[in-house]
């Protein structure tokens, strides 16, 4: 083909750096190549109609990821010479940051792996492009956030040892199981369940608002590597609309598989989500917005718009649809008092909201807050105040997908636990919520090998018998220090110190920083 | 179903009652308690009588909770893996069909949590 | 049930062009103000045009620029040399 215009196109360019590069092989079978393509059932026909909406090629890749990472860090950098943790609304907020750098980041980390693998496993050259641009974001990403918080980890406990943390602590099993589940399905689960469930449908919950929070909270650093990360996800997310029509308009016989990987990872992702809703509700001290008021939007909302396009393939909205908009109300609550009670043994701190906080979420929840909620959080307030700080000195029973403690309740009655249990093979296993009993009826094997952490404590596999030892000498925790109640804290003290207030006489008076 | 894999996939339970040193696991929930925010995960001795596991283990478990002192807990109704169950305090935990992750309810009538409000 | 499609945009100095050349093609869009961010949302579709952006800004204007500054969208993608249209079907 002659070249007329002294600038290729944009479609041209993209069929020259991408296709064109790509070659049939002649001496070696394609299912040798490509070992793994085929043995989820998905049948691919025409590799060729994958599209890449935004046609990206190397060339135009590096350049503006190139700009991206400028910006962001003459960002930092400005951060970090006017000592920009200074200007945050209260330290209470970077324990959101610890929550972060913990459950988040190495997620990133995971997801560029997961990219990186899935990426040799296709033979359509568009989707193998797509993937790699894809992994080398994800390793950014990860990379920009722990720098980003290395500033924090100069003037604030609990951030000294994430990526040790995020493989033991109990409750990071939660998100490390879920990108665990992930990578080891094959490579279209891959893409269904991060390409399409998390990234299209529910990240945003993650990173707009919160991020949004941040900068309301005065967090440019975070503002900036998030929006900065979510500039990468916005390419992320129309690829995962495109890989899922993609493969719906390959064959039929890919609608019921997809379909079930559609409710599977709908469900992982908004349990996962509890503690974005939690980060959202009760750790921004400026707030943006509720929890309830996000997922209407972001997912009620935007969902209802995508799953009603693709209505037209034979794809339904996800299954438990119904119970995880009725708990838009309740899992923030449910999320933060668990962290609450079991602080003695998390990365961060916790505490209870203030008087004016607890106005909000009688405001913003005015069907669940002071109904369900309000009577338990002003108890502990007077506990913590009157010396009896309350921790819960049990370990809860655990999910056997999700990992969450048990602690959700039932869509028709929100003063009744959610727990489901099934015999299997002789053994017995619980749950949090039909969701989660679905996902292991669909796939015992790989769940009855869950790495609970209540259950590895309890078979002697985490350094020690007593909560104390685990803490310390397993999950690397300062224990007093780096969690339990913020009120009080180095963290605090520290605080206070940066604005030079007086330091508390006792936990009983009422802090005053703002 | 199962896993579809890329070959035969085999795996073991990770959590079976051998690997409890002797000991297993027993779960307890206290409705109208969501105060404590799970059901409660013991390390119990199958051979401990029923009435030990009260005295000694879901006592001091529920103890943060206004309601604790006055719950009856031995007097109370219990249901044992969904099904009705009435406990005899001097039969052990195994004999009383408490098997590994087990899971027992304990309804204790008039505590309805602070305020009544199921917390 | 409407269906709405939508854009985000950090709130820098390039967003606000973005956004007056955005409003001008879609007079019927929503801009909704949030800390740091802009959030564009319309019904079914919307169109970002490249010659319109060149007219705002005063230069020549790559629609991939974009992707320095957007934060999120919803909706299907289309893009070519002229064009950013996001639709429901």
């Known amino acids: 083909m002659a070249i007329k215009n002294k600038k290729l196109n944009l479609k041209d360019k993209y069929q020259y750096l991408t296709r064109d590069m790509a070659w049939e092989p002649t001496y070696q079978k394609k299912e040798d190549i490509y070992p793994d393509e085929q043995f989820e059932g998905i049948k691919i026909t025409d590799w060729s109609q994958w599209e890449d909406p935004f046609r990206l090629t190397m060339d135009a890749y590096w350049k503006y990821q190139a700009e991206k990472e400028k910006k962001l860090y003459a960002i930092f950098d400005a951060f970090a010479q006017n000592n920009g943790h200074q200007n945050i609304t209260d330290a209470r907020y970077v324990n959101a940051l610890k929550l972060f750098l913990s459950g988040v980041s190495p997620l990133e980390y995971a997801a560029f792996q997961g990219y990186a693998r899935v990426g040799r496993q296709f033979s359509g050259a568009g989707a193998r492009v797509a993937c790699q641009l894809q992994a080398i974001d994800e390793l950014r990403h990860s990379q920009t956030q722990q720098h980003a918080m290395s500033h924090y980890n100069k003037h604030f406990n609990g951030l000294h040892d994430a990526a040790h943390q995020h493989d033991r602590i109990w409750f990071l099993s939660v998100p490390k199981s879920f990108f665990d589940d992930a990578r080891s399905a094959g490579p279209f689960e891959f893409l269904t369940a991060i390409s399409f469930s998390f990234e299209y449908v529910l990240t945003n919950l993650l990173f707009v608002p919160f991020m949004s929070g941040a900068a309301y909270n005065g967090d440019m650093a975070t503002v900036t590597f998030g929006f900065s990360a979510q500039s990468d996800e916005a390419r992320h997310m129309t690829l995962g609309l495109e890989v899922i029509k993609f493969i719906l308009e390959q064959h039929e016989d890919n609608v019921p598989i997809i379909q079930r990987w559609i409710d599977k990872w709908f469900w992982r992702g908004f349990r996962l989500l509890s503690l974005v809703g939690m980060m959202m509700d009760y750790m921004l001290p400026n707030k943006v917005m509720s929890w309830a008021e996000a997922w209407e939007v972001y997912y009620e909302q935007n969902g209802g718009a995508l799953f009603k396009d693709l209505e037209r393939y034979g794809i339904r909205p996800p299954k438990y649809q119904d119970v995880a908009n009725a708990a838009k109300n309740h899992v923030s609550h449910q999320a933060w008092g668990t962290f609450y009670q079991y602080s003695q043994a998390t990365n961060f701190h916790t505490w209870m909201p203030e008087e004016e906080e607890m106005t909000w979420l009688s405001e913003k929840y005015p069907e669940t807050f002071d109904k369900y909620y309000r009577a338990r959080f002003e108890h502990w307030d007077k506990e913590q105040k009157e010396g009896r700080r309350f921790y819960n000195n049990t370990l809860p029973q655990l999910c056997q997908v999700c990992q969450i403690p048990v602690i959700f309740t039932e869509k028709d009655d929100p003063s009744v636990f959610s727990h489901r249990q099934i015999k299997h093979e002789g053994e017995r296993y619980h749950f949090c919520s039909d969701g989660c009993c679905d996902i292991f009826k669909n796939e015992p094997e790989k769940y009855i090998q869950a790495w609970l952490p209540v259950h590895q404590i309890y078979q002697g596999n985490c350094g020690g018998a007593d909560v104390a030892t685990v803490v310390e000498k397993y999950y690397h925790i300062n224990l007093g220090v780096d969690n339990m109640e913020y009120h009080g804290s180095p963290d605090h003290q520290r605080w206070l110190d940066i604005k030079g207030l007086k330091p508390l006489q006792s936990n009983s008076e009422k802090k005053t920083a703002a | ?119 | 049930m409407s269906q709405k499609v939508f854009i985000a945009f950090q709130d820098n100095d390039n967003a606000r062009y973005l956004v007056e050349a955005v409003m001008q093609d879609n007079p019927e869009a929503e801009v909704q103000h949030q800390p740091a961010m802009i959030r564009i949302e319309a019904e079914k579709r919307l169109v970002i045009n490249r010659a319109t952006m060149e007219e705002t800004l005063g230069r020549e204007w790559d629609v991939q620029e974009m992707l320095i500054d957007v934060i999120s969208i919803g909706g299907n993608v289309d893009e070519d040399d002229d064009h950013f249209i996001l639709q429901w079907n």
């Not at chain 2, 696991?25 to 925010?37: A, D, S, T």
């Not at chain 2, 119990?44 to 103890?63: C, H, I, Q, R």
């Not at chain 2, 204790?108 to 949590?113: D, S």
């Open chain 2, 1 to 119: 179903m199962s896993v579809n894999a890329i070959s035969e996939y085999h795996a073991e339970p990770k959590d079976r009652v051998e690997n409890f040193n002797g000991m297993q696991l027993l779960y307890v929930y206290w409705p109208k308690h969501l105060m404590f925010c799970a059901p409660f995960a013991l390390l119990v001795a199958p051979d401990m009588t029923f009435g030990a596991f009260v005295d000694e283990l879901l006592k001091p478990a529920a103890a943060g909770h206004p309601d604790s002192e006055k719950a009856d807990f031995l007097n109370a109704q219990w249901l044992l893996n969904g099904e009705a169950f009435t406990p005899d305090p001097a039969s052990t935990l195994i004999d009383s069909g408490i098997d590994h992750k087990s899971m027992l309810t304990v309804t204790t009538p008039g505590l309805e949590g602070i305020r009544g409000s199921a917390s």
